[in-house]
């Protein structure tokens, strides 16, 4: 996977080298992944957790297509827990240094500092892998809006390193990803070689902030050995679509992250946990859910995934009822993951993915018409996106078979 950015058509005629690249990918079996890490990691949907949610979800990831990405700058901390409870699970720690610093051309990453000595960047790398983690998460701070310089920066650094047993991390502004911006980050991101494990940043959903920003995810996952982390069912849309592995949030603050020179937007007071409606393929608010089947409990729909055994979704009410939602959340994706990777081809992938959008658009009118309302449920805008947009670019003719 060291192909370099090549968008141009040769001659003006035929496929160019992306559309061919594409047209292979869409037909493999799963995606060409790199030596190392990438190979250890490849075609695995893994969960995104705080350290203490480990218990709520470590009885529901799969240590066959699963795997968990702990947050905590100290790594023995993080992943403490897992390793405790004695878990088969491939382990990774996210340092997650961008939450509170912005990376610039002379410090690219969040160096922690041991007495009057600033520990290395290979040092922070081989910590990690000490302290169990399969892979090490490079310790990259945000990259702000306009940021290129110091995205490839932080790239050159990495690079110099030469460790296949690392992934750079590349926690970019929103805005990297769109118009202005994509041509020369996917540039920076394809040339790296390893894999590239990427976060999303914005206050709000990412997604939503630009009509470019899932299509050209769609096209970085192609090009690059993609991880997208630290994100919502973004993360199947691009497995579906190339991306070698990917981890899921658990909640709504761990499914992107934000400029630390911004406040994050406070959403509400509301302490019920956010809950995946899984006809709906999307989370909600514990109480929204209630609120909806308030008037008509009997039809608030059940779960047979592993942690509800056939219980409603509507029990998800109070703070304390978070650990149970994620684990339901998890048991839910983990299935759905399991069934996009059994695809037999990457189109195949990105097939069932649409699919399952499209009948989650389809059921939030089924519901309103249960309840008899005309209003109160509408499907969020990236999943409308995912379900009506085609599952794969077509695809020149003379570009389908390799
Ligand atoms: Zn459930």
Redesign the pocket.
Known sequence: MTDRYDGSRAGGAGPSALERRKAALAAASFPPRPDGAGALLGDRVLVYLRREQTDAVLPYADPARGGLVVTGADPGHALGPALAAGTRLPLLNDPVGYETVRATVAAPFVLPAAGLVTVTLAEVLDAQLRAGAIAALSPTGYIPAGGTDVLREAARQFGLLGRADAIFTAPLDISLLGPSYYATTAAILAGIGTPVALILGGQGDPLTQSKHIIPNLRDLAARVPLIPIRTDFNALDLVGHGAIAAAIGTGGSVRHTVDPFEKRRAFSRDQSPSV?W?ELVSFFKGSKINELFGARPSLAPR???????G?R?TRFLRREHQSQAI???A??WTRWAADLLDAPTVRGRAQYWRNLCAGAVAHHAVFLAQLQLLEGLTPQEPLKRWATLPAWPSIPAAAAVP
């Open positions: 995946l899984p779960c047979d995934c592993a942690a509800c055994g219980r979704l684990g339901h959340a048991a839910v």
